[in-house]
């Protein structure tokens, strides 16, 4: 007995000096002004808090260990300390700098926590702030305002993203880390993710294969969700948005809270939209599309780690703009009966970090159920698919300093594609995919200055189908398949930073992409269009390099960055020249070695004498070619961009006022592959106001803004409708309503 009271008293007092662990501090400005309302937070657990009117901050209940903090103000340059905590309390002062323009953003998918200027892979953060981002109906259009990034859209409803000219299986989209998974092989189906709930999105442009695997070969769009509310908090928001052009509606409500231990949080919304009206002002039939949300988390933080539960739920339903749905729909709507797809994507992840001593353990789930349906006439069922895909992975940081990150790591996921109630089209046939892989990163910093990561990466994917079909009937017969793959890929950068606003970087990485499910089997009508695939595919692989500058000031940014992607056996799907039995045209899925090469600059200013005023422009372009000389499908135009903002902190009733005007100029696209015609270059104009509005207490955030000013009748060379002769969205009108509330402070 005696010696159980004396573990027990071991226990306890080992408990109290873990609870000892305590960070304080007090953020300033330059001129030793207290900071209010600073955001303070630590990643790894997914813990923060906010500094009080004095500037000063409370964490605890912190394990021992090294850690990293991130400090962030608005117009203040974000910091990252990190602190070896070994429990006793620590004092930490921080000192913020001004800046009037944003520099060296946070992120997390280079593999660590980091900023922009400490990482050898160069990132692009676009925060989705709504008072500076465009409110309009396509999600995936609020990303083209990065320079490099466009996107394929067949209406406003059914849009996939671009980087550098790769896109569908050849990018990468995740959720917080995890790899999403909806068919996303084809132009004609949906992003699938909505904007809210999601904080902002990093992008990798180029292959990051290293980290991600096969589908990262252009690249990586990784959506990464808000943060939890601060400590001792329940808070929430309402987000309302009406657009003019396709009389569209979106309702979103979120509530968040935290405890010292404990965070979770659920967001519903709900969006629909009517046929929009194309430029000079014709309603498109059939481009309807309404959307259903549900998301919800919970996690707990404690000394020997950090886990989170997040599940998503999202039903889409998208109206198809083809020939017999244009004949066949006389009246504009909202509702979805005849031609359309309809996705119901369940997303169910687990997210989790382990302190063991002075390593780190990452142990990671996903679960995810993707259904697919297409109806054509009313009440009827032509396809009917669900995808399920099971995803998991094992990092573990090994001991590291300030100035090294070292990781292994094993990632894996399983798949199946099964018909559901046998339909009458079975585009895919019954298959099951696994891939397994293993990894190691190393970066380590020299002289403060030079910065080098690199890393090598093993894969071993497998695709077993179903025979489908008569073997009499060639028209539809596809046989069994066991395919295997292997590959090797791996990455090796340097960022250089001559001074704290000079820096230069580096990247050559090898990535691969294995054909998949659609480009191996198809055998049959999609669309419009009649599909063969080629069992006898190999995979991609590709040799990219990456060279870029930047320098900032306080009130002065500039990027320029140039690439030459090499890809040997690129995969794409080309016109034949002959029809089906049923008279549509014949497409086959075809490979050969590419080159895609181009860049991007971007200039963003605050002239000194009116800091209030805010200049950027960017520009962006990308050639592909294949070796014979022939173009490559779905490459964006060349593309200038201008932005004028003007910001006050008071103007009249409105608090952090704004008026911003906007111009996008795509060149002509005159370097069409053998299936695509040219297409001519087109200006737009939009326009938009807003800022905070105090009721009492309460703070309203409200905006208007009106794109395509001028109601330019015009077609994006990636716009699919190019098909059916219609024209990309005319003026629209959007407000923006956002009310945010706090139940427990």
Request: net charge neutral.
């Amino acid at each position: 007995m005696k010696k159980l009271l004396i573990i027990f008293c071991l226990i306890l007092s080992y408990h109290n000096i873990q609870a000892q662990n305590r960070i304080t501090g007090k953020i300033v400005d330059e001129n030793n002004f207290p900071l209010a309302g600073a955001t303070i937070y630590i990643p790894d657990l997914n813990k923060g808090t906010i500094s009080d009117e004095s500037g000063k901050y409370e964490l605890k209940n912190l394990p021992n260990r090294e850690i990293k903090i991130q400090f962030s103000s608005v117009g203040c340059i974000n910091k990252i300390e990190t602190i070896e905590l070994r429990g006793a309390s620590f004092k930490l002062d921080i000192i913020l700098k001004q800046s009037f323009v944003e520099v060296d953003e946070i992120v997390v998918t280079g593999g660590y926590n980091s900023t922009q200027h400490e990482n050898a892979v160069k990132i692009e953060v676009l925060k989705l702030d709504p008072e500076e981002i465009k409110i309009t109906p396509n999600f995936a259009e609020v990303l083209t305002r990065v320079p490099g990034i466009d996107m394929i859209s067949k209406g406003s409803g059914v849009s996939k993203p671009v980087i550098r000219g790769l896109s569908m299986n050849d990018i990468l989209v995740m959720i917080n880390g995890v790899r999403f998974e909806n068919y996303q092989y084809s132009d004609h189906h949906p992003l699938g993710i909505d904007e809210f709930g999601i904080e902002n999105v990093e992008i990798i442009k180029g292959p990051a294969s290293l980290l991600y695997g096969s589908d990262a070969i252009g690249g990586v769009i990784n959506f990464i969700k808000e943060k939890p509310a601060a400590i001792g908090t329940i808070a929430g928001d309402y987000n309302m948005q009406l657009f003019s052009n396709s009389l569209g509606i979106t309702n979103n409500l979120g509530i968040k809270g935290a405890s010292k231990k404990y965070f979770g949080g659920i967001r519903i919304g709900q969006k629909s939209n009517a046929d929009y009206l194309q430029g000079g002002g014709e309603y498109l039939p059939n481009s309807r599309f309404n959307e259903y949300s549900v998301k919800a988390n919970a996690g707990f933080t404690d000394k020997i780690g950090t886990f989170k539960l997040y599940y998503d739920f999202n039903i889409q339903k998208l109206g198809l703009v083809e020939p017999e749905a244009i004949v066949g729909i006389s009246a504009r709507g909202r509702n979805n009966r005849i031609y359309f797809e309809e996705f119901n994507t369940h997303l169910l992840s687990s997210q989790n970090k382990v302190y063991l001593g002075k390593f780190r353990l990452d142990i990671n789930s996903a679960w995810q159920n993707s259904e697919l349906i297409h109806s054509g006439e009313l009440n009827t069922y032509e396809i009917q698919m669900r995808l399920t895909t099971l995803s998991y992975e094992a990092k573990l940081h090994l001991p590291s300093d300030q100035n090294s990150e070292y990781i292994i790591g094993f990632q894996g996921f399983n798949q199946s594609n099964t018909n559901l109630n046998d339909r009458p089209t079975k585009l895919l046939p019954d298959a099951t995919s696994n891939n397994y892989s293993i990894f190691g990163l190393l970066q380590h910093t020299f002289f403060r200055k030079l910065k080098l990561q690199t890393g090598m990466r093993y894969d071993r994917k497998s695709i077993s189908t179903l025979a489908i079909g008569s073997p009499s009937d060639s028209q539809t017969f596809r046989p069994a398949l066991d395919k295997y793959y292997g590959s090797f890929s791996g990455s090796v950068g340097a960022t250089y930073n001559l001074t704290d606003e000079l820096l230069f970087r580096a990247n050559l990485a090898a990535g691969y992409r294995t054909p998949n499910l659609a480009e191996l089997t198809s055998n049959g009508p999609h669309e419009m269009r009649f599909e063969i695939g080629d069992p006898n595919l190999v995979p991609e692989n590709s040799s990219e390099t990456d060279l870029s500058f930047h320098y900032h000031k306080n009130n002065i940014t500039f990027d320029l960055a140039g690439f030459y992607n090499r890809i040997n056996h690129y995969i794409f799907i080309s016109p034949s020249g002959v029809e089906s039995e049923t008279g549509i045209p014949i497409f086959r899925y075809m490979q050969d070695n590419s080159n895609l090469y181009g860049g991007e600059a971007g200039f963003h200013i605050h002239p000194e004498p009116v800091k209030w005023l805010h200049f950027e422009t960017t520009f962006s372009s990308v050639i592909g070619k294949r070796v014979n000389g022939d173009f490559l499908p779905f490459i964006p135009a060349h593309k200038l961009q201008f932005e004028l903002r003007a910001e006050k902190e008071k103007f009249l009733f409105l608090h952090k006022a704004y008026l911003s005007f906007h111009s996008l100029i795509a060149f002509n696209q005159n370097q069409p592959a053998p299936d695509e015609t040219s297409t001519p270059g087109y200006t737009l104009l939009d326009i938009g106001t807003g800022g905070n509005i105090r009721i009492n207490k309460q703070m309203i955030s409200a905006s208007i803004q009106v794109n395509n000013i001028l109601d330019k009748k015009y077609i994006d060379h990636l716009s699919t409708l190019k098909e059916v002769n219609a024209f990309n969205p005319g003026r629209n009108i959007s407000i923006y309503l956002r009310v945010p509330f706090n139940l427990v402070n």
